[in-house]
């Protein structure tokens, strides 16, 4: 059983490129989730796609973009990277009917230099 | 979506059982509370839920205040791979197609537990 597939597992960037955060879910879950998490810091919330077709802002949505692919696919954009936006970026996936239970990917681990 | 205290750290010694407090008075009705924990460099992975009633499963036990406004994580026989952070999260439920709270969950500092050989 994959779940929640992240790629790459390792980026590092240097300022202003840009890069796309893949993740897809073989769980036909509505709902997807992209979370950054700092150093010895919780999960915070970037965007977020409640079903196929849409997507809202979070708690930190500035420097990002995201696009909902398909009801599988859900990818994170960094434009111009910025040194603040190293970070481990979690995927995540739910059922938006059910427990609202989250599935988490295993992580991709960016570094802006 | 109702703030939550949990203590930075706890330990456990290994076999014995690991009870994890967490605080949030200021729950809503509908709210339910949710528990994560995150093993370390892992993504968080879903421990345990309810409303007001205890709840059990595989993993763990939920106890919530008669008043709702504090839970404790129980994890009966603690092994050395319990070791992680614990996240405590009180949000209400996802409802329908015109809701808000789409599963947002939103996490504080949790708590890190760590078990003892």
């Known amino acids: 059983n994959a779940g929640v597939t992240q790629t790459p597992k390792f980026q590092v960037l240097k300022t202003g490129q840009s890069m796309t955060l893949q993740c897809a879910q073989d769980?036909?879950?509505?709902?997807m989730y992209w979370y950054r998490q700092d150093p010895g810091m919780g999960l915070r919330l970037i965007y977020y796609?409640?079903?196929?077709?849409?997507?809202d802002k979070g708690e930190v949505p500035n420097g990002y973009n995201v696009s909902r692919l398909n009801k599988r696919e859900f990818s994170l954009r960094l434009e111009s990277a910025a040194p603040s936006q190293t970070s481990v970026y979690f995927c995540?996936?739910?059922?938006?009917?059910?427990?609202?239970?989250?599935?988490f990917g295993e992580g991709s681990r960016l570094t802006v230099l | 979506d109702a703030k939550t205290t949990q203590p930075p750290s706890m330990d456990c010694a290994e076999g014995r059982a690991a009870n994890l407090p967490c605080n949030h008075s200021?729950?809503?009705?509908?709210?339910?509370v949710y528990w994560y924990r995150q093993i370390h460099s892992q993504g968080p992975q879903y421990i345990i839920h309810?409303?007001?009633n205890n709840e059990t499963n595989e993993m763990a036990s939920l106890i919530i205040t008669e008043d709702r406004k504090s839970s404790t994580l129980i994890l009966p026989h603690a092994t050395l791979r319990d070791t992680a952070v614990y996240y405590c999260?009180?949000?209400?439920?996802?409802?329908?197609?015109?809701?808000?709270?789409?599963?947002?969950?939103?996490f504080g500092q949790g708590t890190i537990l760590t078990v003892h050989p």
């Open positions: 769980m036909n879950h509505n709902s």
């Open positions: 309810g409303l007001k």
């Open positions: 796609s409640a079903s196929e077709g849409t997507t």
């Open positions: 995540a996936s739910s059922d938006l009917w059910v427990t609202g239970e989250l599935f």
């Open positions: 999260i009180v949000r209400a439920p996802s409802s329908n197609a015109g809701g808000t709270s789409y599963g947002k969950l939103t």
């Open positions: 200021t729950i809503s009705g509908n709210e339910y």
